[in-house]
């Protein structure tokens, strides 16, 4: 059992916690628009490696290929 120090201690330490928390939440508000109409999902995006046509390139089977060998 911890004892009346150690509990204020822990006390302490969750409600500043708890304060970061409330301040990360209040940033992230500021880029919810303020009609409420945001999209359900928003589209991805950069996340798709291209090459220099602008395709979208595969490089699953590669990787995937890569990472076998690097087991073997």
Request: charged residues 35%; hydrophobic residues 30%; aromatic residues 6%.
């Amino acid at each position: 059992m911890r004892n009346g120090q150690q509990l204020a201690e822990m006390e302490r330490d969750m409600l500043e916690e708890h304060r970061k928390d409330l301040e990360a939440l209040e940033r992230l508000k500021r880029f919810l628009p303020k009609n409420g109409s945001a999209p359900a999902r928003s589209p991805v995006s950069g996340l798709q490696p291209e090459n220099t046509d602008g395709e979208f390139v595969d490089i699953s089977n590669d990787l995937t290929e890569f990472l076998y060998q690097r087991e073997v």
